[in-house]
């Protein structure tokens, strides 16, 4: 492995510690603003490593990051940026096998889609500005990328989405059953259960 190889590697390793630790905020903007440091990364990484089309949905990540964690600045809350990044995700797609070259078949066509749809996942994610949610939608996101990464053999993204799926589980765990399991309890506490009837 070349030096230029272990320096790509190595950002990869470095942006991949950024996404695993956004599943793990509290907030909404603090997984956004976590996924944005990650996103440049791994943009950089992707095009060291000859990933272009991989390095430009993580571009179009970044500009995303920044426009939802500035939700009023930019006025977020319209459809319209939906439709711009999902615009921009299948242009993307399209100058895979046109711009780029890659060429179209069924294996290829099937691949070069997984991540487009992780995206979009994400993107309905910061939209939707809940962090349980984010978290439902990376269970749609991490895989996608998971298998194109393996594809493409980029080692630290490959790492990155393991490690993030295990982490996108473990924070619904943490932060969104044991939310709910307390709910419930503050309820049942609140109204105690007739045992005698079965009723409230």
């Known amino acids: 492995m070349t030096t230029y190889e272990i320096v790509a590697q190595f950002i990869g390793v470095v942006a991949m510690l950024f996404n695993i630790f956004s599943y793990q905020q509290k907030s909404s903007k603090g997984v956004i603003v ?12 992707f095009f060291m490593l ?15 990051a920044i426009v939802y964690s500035n939700k009023e600045k930019f006025r977020a809350k319209s459809k319209v940026w939906i439709y711009l990044f999902v615009s921009l ?8 096998f046109t711009l ?4 179209f078949t069924l294996k290829n066509a ?14 309905l994610g910061f939209y939707v500005n809940n ?15 998971l298998i194109y990464n393996i594809f493409n053999l980029a080692v630290g993204a490959i790492i990155c989405e393991a490690v993030s799926i295990c982490s996108v589980i473990i924070g619904i765990i943490r932060l969104d059953i044991k939310k709910a399991r307390r709910r419930v309890v503050l309820l049942t506490t609140a109204h105690p259960t007739n045992c005698s009837t079965g009723r409230y």
């Open 34 to 45: 976590m996924q944005l440091f990650g996103g440049a990364l791994f943009a950089v990484n």
């Open 50 to 64: 000859g990933a272009v089309v991989g390095g430009l949905l993580n571009v179009i990540a970044v500009f995303r």
């Open 89 to 96: 995700y299948v242009l993307s797609y399209i100058l895979t």
């Open 100 to 103: 780029f070259g890659t060429p």
């Open 110 to 123: 099937i691949l070069e889609l997984l991540p487009v749809i992780a995206m979009i996942a994400t993107t």
């Open 131 to 145: 962090a349980a949610f984010i978290r439902k939608m990376g269970l749609i996101c991490c895989p996608g990328w």
